[in-house]
């Protein structure tokens, strides 16, 4: 696959309300995602500081689905939203107003997500390694970073849920497949 736009590295620490310091490949600081708990337990919202720009809110929306939250600007601004239909399923919907998005486990055995657009195919790679919390985010085609870091989000509160490979694999046709000539 070719190399991607853009790689950020993540590092957390906490348990409770885990804090990620998220930074570019070399190391420069981008900025630190802190995760929010209610009394129970809960993952109730999260925000987001960059070193430089535009705080990001997180916030859980009313209803009892897992992974139903919206993403806003410090002004109020709409910036999208996601929903899991169901408790089995493991692909998570995410809505921008202009282009819905689908995060599913990545392919093969390992923890982590693919973030895919609805038609252009895979925009980034959530990495995330079988021990520890630290995760890779590989960007491979032109997305906002506020979507990218929401997608992180959402993929960092179920990573436990990645390790198999997603049902959507066995539906894509392998490239060898596909352009093989059909029986005659």
């Given at each position: 696959m070719?190399?991607?736009l853009r790689t950020l590295t993540t590092k957390v620490r906490g348990l409770w309300n885990p804090v990620h310091t998220i930074s570019e490949s070399d190391g420069s600081a981008v900025g630190l995602l802190k995760v929010r708990r209610n009394r129970w337990g809960l993952v109730v919202g999260a925000q987001y500081q960059p070193e430089k720009g535009e705080v990001l809110e997180f916030r859980r929306d009313p209803g009892i689905l897992r992974a139903q939250f919206s993403l806003w600007t410090e002004d109020g601004e709409w910036l999208g939203s996601s929903l899991r239909w169901h408790v089995g399923r493991r692909q998570i919907d995410l809505w921008t107003g202009s282009k819905p998005y689908r995060v599913v486990p990545r392919t093969g055995l390992g923890r982590?997500?693919?973030?895919?657009?609805?038609r252009t195919g895979e925009v980034a790679t959530i990495r995330l390694g079988l021990l520890g919390r630290a995760a890779r985010i590989e960007m491979r085609r032109k997305m906002d970073p506020e979507l990218l870091l929401f997608c992180y989000f959402l993929g960092s509160l179920t990573s436990m849920e990645s390790f198999f490979p997603s049902w959507l694999d066995r539906a894509v046709p392998s490239p060898a497949r596909a352009s093989a000539p059909g029986p005659t």
């Open positions: 070719a190399e991607p982590g997500w693919r973030v895919i657009a609805s």
